[in-house]
Nanobody, 121 residues
Framework: QVQLVESGGGLVQAGGSLRLSCAASGSIFRINVMGWYRQAPGKQRELVAHIPGGGITNYADSVKGRFTISRDNAKNTVDLQMTSLKPEDTAVYYC???????????????WGQGTLVTVSS
């Protein structure tokens, strides 16, 4: 019903930058919160950053000052600009949309398929 498609992952050296993008589709009227989570091997999925429609962002302490989240409400997209990447940022990054209003009803939570970010030392 709601599809999230991520792009932009890949391999980068420590200190480098990557930009992740996510586009939501599915006859969407509004998305309350969009965000990015990540899951490293052997670890639980964790919040990286999220941004509600009003634009007040929230970041994990580990990425503050290095990552920037932004969204385009008209296009239902959310981006994550990642700079000064560290090997510990290596993970599968997942796009998330929470509280999605569509022509077919309300979707409480939707996830993308994930995109791998690998940071080499």
């Amino acid at each position: 019903q709601v599809q999230l498609v991520e792009s932009g992952g890949g391999l980068v050296q420590a200190g480098g930058s990557l930009r992740l993008s996510c586009a939501a589709s599915g006859s969407i009227f509004r998305i309350n919160v969009m965000g990015w989570y990540r899951q490293a091997p052997g670890k639980q999925r964790e919040l990286v950053a999220h941004i509600p429609g009003g634009g007040i962002t929230n970041y994990a302490d580990s990425v503050k000052g290095r990552f920037t989240i932004s969204r385009d409400n008209a296009k239902n997209t959310v981006d994550l600009q990642m700079t000064s990447l560290k090997p510990e940022d290596t993970a599968v990054y997942y796009c998330n949309a929470r509280g999605v209003y569509t022509s077919r009803g309300f979707v409480s939570d939707a996830w993308g398929q994930g995109t791998l970010v690998t940071v080499s030392s």
